[in-house]
């Protein structure tokens, strides 16, 4: 609610001219406006020539765009936007899965037994989040990492707001499903290792 409130007014400070407040606004922004950018485009040089351009694009028209009521959803909507058209003009085939070149990446070293465990959970969940299906990855993502709230999730993807709810819901109860089951196997390890 703070936050909330302290972005309203760095964004009337934009509006007015300051150059910090802007500074500010594009630190806060940029890596979260890339990172969303990138679930279309899956290209980081892309998605970075994106954002660049539709912030070029606020600051010409800084006076008006800066004092929208809901000015984070239509920055999103127009990151959004931005990216679909640059689909179109290059006809690029989304992929649907997510390469993770390290994924069979391991370092043996000695390492000690807890922290092995906690990168192999570590590694999971982020498995386990990227083989999300596709529009349950960007609402999971919009929700837990940019902190947006469904109605402004709902707005920038075009769904409503249940739909929002669904699609988290979901995607919270596939990670429960499959860590229990992770943890379950763990204990199951451990119990034959002792036995034997």
Do not use: W
């Not at 959803?73 to 959004?80: G, I, M, R, S």
């Not at 902190?147 to 249940?162: A, C, D, H, K, P």
Request: contains cysteine.
């Amino acid at each position: 609610m703070n936050q909330t409130k302290n972005n309203s007014e760095l964004f009337i400070l934009i509006a007015e001219g300051n150059k910090k407040a802007f500074d500010d606004f594009f630190e806060l922004y940029y890596k979260k406006l890339v990172n969303f950018s990138k679930f279309m485009l899956e290209d980081k040089g892309m998605s970075e020539d994106v954002v660049s351009e539709v912030l070029t694009n606020l600051l010409i028209d800084k006076e008006r765009v800066f004092r929208m009521k809901n000015f984070e959803a239509y920055l999103y909507t127009a990151v959004k936007n931005k990216s679909l058209t640059k689909i179109d003009k290059h006809r690029r085939e989304l992929r649907i899965e997510c390469g993770d070149e390290d994924k069979n990446h391991f370092i043996y070293s000695i390492t000690p037994h807890q922290l092995l465990e906690e990168q192999e959970l570590n590694h999971l969940i982020q498995s386990l989040v990227d083989n999300l299906p596709r529009k349950r990855k960007m609402v999971f993502q919009l929700i837990k990492d940019d902190e947006l709230t469904y109605r402004q999730v709902g707005e920038i993807m075009e769904i409503s707001e249940r739909t929002v709810e669904v699609h988290l819901k979901l995607a919270i109860r596939s990670f429960r499903e499959k860590i229990s089951l992770y943890l379950d196997r763990k204990m199951e390890n451990k119990k034959h290792s002792k036995i034997s």
